[in-house]
């Protein structure tokens, strides 16, 4: 069993990595593969590594058997369906999933439309539910997200739940709900949704209901940014799902409460022992907290878990904690071999088998509270390499604030949200005042959260100079959390030590990297010398819980081994140019900021960008050449625009420049102006790129920072036809991912395009608009 696991899980993982989708008609040699595999013992390995690739590929190929067609990308559809997932309420609107069955647009036919997509319904007075049929008129567009080193992977999520285009309902009278739909799965989510909205009309005023829903349905909407904050830098966030751990002490509790009370009563004791009646009583409480999650994989890990010892003890057999792991992770796997793909997989099951590892095999025993703290520590430890790996950060504070929080919310908050959410329907005024009751001891928990996370050494933000060194890691971790007595444990740090020491690739001295990030219709670009960082720029803001300066820029600074900003320059105070800033000036020390756009950054000391600034970082030159002291601050025309050269070559970041500020650029810097890369000014608008400017700058490369499919339609074709007039080949972000190139001593490297050098099966390939010509 163990053997087979972890083959069937190297197959399923090596799939993953495929850049290109194989034949589906392979997944039938799973028939053939699967019964070798259980008799022909001698290949066993091979043979789980085979099911575990066919398993995968059976599933992957059951998702794109549903897709948009191209032509219908952008177009008006008129169609019919069932909302499919409980609608989050966002700042602009609502969210949902939506499973289209019909269209009801002439000439579109349904094999056309993707099964499942993912609306957003903006400034809509009408609120939907789950397992409601509706009529609605959308516009969809194929799954496409933001490309970068380090940054989470949107169109592999959206693969991961089948969800296969997004979109948005266009206003419309023919928008209509038609009737609710039957099924256990509908109703189980209704009942979810309907609980949801009694814990927020019971706590309208209370400030952790988010927190509430999310440990009793596990929706987690409402869990404020700043929260999410204090519980990251605190290792604490685990606890506000329904996690393998709520699970497992529910269904303990539910085992020992039903024991004690069957053994109350002699008759019950001669037709069943108490024992067995408390592991009935373990499964089902567990079967329905998991169903309260959606039968999210931590729950699914710890349902099967309790399933497993609670049936062993009926039948009176004894089965290993790792065998009853490893057992789970095979049946998970089965059922649903792309869990893989989520962060919640690895993290659930790492953390139960660093658990037994770390305390098994100890001769010497402990008190509680050691024993308690130790698993903390653990814990903490052992997910140390795939937090670092995942998320580029790992919480150091988090076994002293999971020694307090843990017995706080899973042994107070829990159980009385539980028995709140089971006394709504009959005892609705008891009901409030355990909600009330759940509130109020988090509310008692989150000064100390607060505390610790204001620590500055709360937690570590650092990247691995490369992935395989999570392997290193990983050795280390293991071997130090072996038995004592294991020789050599020691070496565990060696490795350990392997994996942060080595540094991130570095530019010689006299080289720039240079990284055009994609941030959709906006604009952040870095430059990095051996020694310096500069960033220009930080992308949109979206809404008040994503911008592309947390969610893009930050990860990839932190995924190249950047643990301070030197420079920090706002062309502009456009939003699509300023919207993360915020972000970035909380999450990392930044030296020096300059900006065109001083009323809008007073908060952080900003300095103005002017003309005559620059400066010089291990051989590479920056130079400003706009704005002069004449231009009025804030507009595009006052974007700050800088000239970085290297020994070898030269980049020239524009912002949102249009042709009169071309024109002063023509007029009082010309000779400066020629460059081999230019980032295009304001997004290749019809405002901006004059053909005097394009010839004056002579670029080689000439970059568009676009949104893929976005609604200003840029780049123009014009502006487009004018560069590649003018022989530069061009690209764009919303079609190459990150653009990185290095400004080196001899030359300037050719572009590395993040989308088609690490794509994956799943990846998104828009049609090409833009047209590259060698030079």
Not at 198 to 218: D, N, P, Y
Not at 285 to 293: P, Q
Not at 575 to 603: F, R, W
Request: charged share 15%; proline share 5%; aromatic share 10%.
């Amino acid at each position: 069993m163990r053997i087979a696991t972890i083959a069937f899980l190297a197959g399923i993982v090596f799939f993953q990595q495929l850049s290109n989708f194989p034949d589906g008609r392979w997944a039938g040699l799973l028939f053939i593969s699967l019964p070798l595999s259980i008799c022909f013992v001698p290949l066993k390995v091979p043979l789980w590594l085979v099911n575990g690739f066919l398993v995968a590929l059976l599933q992957a190929n059951n998702i794109f058997g549903s897709f948009l067609a191209p032509e219908l990308s952008g177009q008006d559809i008129l169609v019919e369906g069932v909302v499919s997932s409980i609608p989050q309420q966002r700042q602009y609107g609502q969210r949902f999933e939506f499973n289209i069955e019909a269209s009801l647009s002439p000439g579109v036919l349904i094999s056309d439309l993707p099964g499942k997509v993912r609306l957003n319904w903006y400034r809509s007075k009408t609120e939907v539910d789950v397992g409601q049929r509706w009529q609605l008129r959308v516009r969809l567009k194929q799954p496409h997200g933001f490309m970068n080193p380090g940054g989470f992977d949107y169109e592999a999520w959206l693969f991961r739940h089948g969800i296969r285009a997004t979109g948005y309902v266009r206003k419309s009278d023919d928008n209509r709900y038609l009737a609710d739909v039957d099924g256990i799965i509908y109703w189980l989510d209704r009942q979810r949704s309907s609980i949801a909205r009694q814990i927020e009309s019971t706590l309208v005023r209370g400030q952790f209901k988010g927190m509430i829903q999310a440990l009793t349905i596990g929706l987690r909407d409402d869990i404020s940014q700043q929260q999410w904050n204090v519980l990251l830098k605190t290792g604490t966030n685990h606890l506000m799902a329904i996690s393998g751990l709520h699970v497992g002490l529910v269904a303990g509790l539910a085992f020992f409460v039903m024991r004690w009370l069957w053994g109350r009563s002699g008759w019950l004791l001669l037709h069943l022992p108490a024992a067995k009646a408390g592991a009935v009583a373990a499964i089902s409480v567990a079967l329905i907290y998991a169903a309260l999650a959606g039968f999210s994989v931590p729950t699914q890990r710890a349902l099967i878990m309790v399933v497993v010892f609670m049936l062993a003890l009926i039948s009176q057999r004894y089965h290993r904690p790792a065998d009853g792991l490893l057992l789970a992770m095979m049946l998970v796997l089965f059922i649903d071999p792309l869990a893989v793909m989520d962060a919640g997989f690895w993290l659930s099951f790492a953390a139960v088998a660093m658990i037994l590892l770390g305390m098994g095999g100890r001769l010497k025993q402990r008190g509680l509270w050691w024993k308690w703290g130790r698993v903390h520590a653990l814990i903490a430890l052992a997910l140390m390499p795939l937090t670092l790996l995942l998320f580029q950060k790992a919480s150091i504070i988090s076994p002293v604030a999971n020694f307090v929080a843990v017995p706080i919310v899973s042994l107070l908050v829990v159980p009385l949200v539980l028995l709140a959410v089971l006394l709504l329907p009959v005892a609705s005024v008891l009901a409030n005042i355990l909600l009330q009751l759940a509130d109020f001891f988090l509310q008692l928990l989150w000064p100390l959260l607060s505390w610790l996370a204001a620590l500055p050494s709360a937690q570590i933000n650092l990247g691995l100079a490369d992935e395989w060194l999570i392997i290193p890691l990983c050795v280390g971790v293991i071997w130090l959390l072996a038995p004592r007595g294991w020789p050599g444990r020691w070496l565990g740090a060696v490795w350990i030590g392997i994996a942060f020491l080595l540094p991130a690739p570095r530019p010689e001295y006299g080289e720039a990297y240079f990284s055009l990030l994609d941030v959709g219709q906006g604009l952040a670009a870095v430059v990095r010398t051996r020694n310096r960082v500069l960033v220009f720029d930080s992308g949109p803001k979206f809404s008040d819980s994503f911008n592309t300066g947390e969610a893009v820029v930050l990860p990839f600074l932190l995924n190249n081994g950047v643990s301070e900003i030197d420079t920090l320059i706002v062309s502009h105070g456009d939003n699509d140019h300023i919207g993360g800033v915020d972000s970035l000036m909380k999450n990392m020390p930044v030296k020096n900021l300059l900006t065109s756009a001083m009323e809008k950054l007073v908060a952080y000391n900003a300095q103005p960008c002017q003309q005559g600034q620059g400066w010089q970082w291990d051989g590479v030159v920056f130079e400003m050449l706009h704005p002069d002291s004449n231009t009025r601050a804030d507009e595009n025309n006052g974007s700050c625009v800088l000239k970085v050269s290297s020994r070898g070559g030269s980049v020239l970041l524009t912002g949102d420049i249009e042709r009169r500020a071309e024109r002063m650029l023509l007029a009082n810097n010309k000779a400066d102006l020629a460059v081999d890369v230019l980032v295009v000014p304001h997004h290749g608008s019809m405002s901006s790129s004059g053909v005097d400017f394009i010839q004056a700058v002579s670029p080689r490369w000439a970059l568009f920072p676009v949104g893929h499919a976005n609604r200003f339609r840029l780049p123009r074709a014009e502006v487009v036809k004018r560069y590649l007039d003018n022989g530069a080949n061009v690209l764009s972000t919303g079609q190459q991912g990150a653009i990185e190139m290095v400004l080196g001593n001899a030359g300037v490297s050719t572009p590395r395009r993040y989308r088609y050098e690490n794509s994956r099966y799943w990846t998104h390939f828009p049609k090409q608009v833009l047209v590259l010509t060698e030079k």
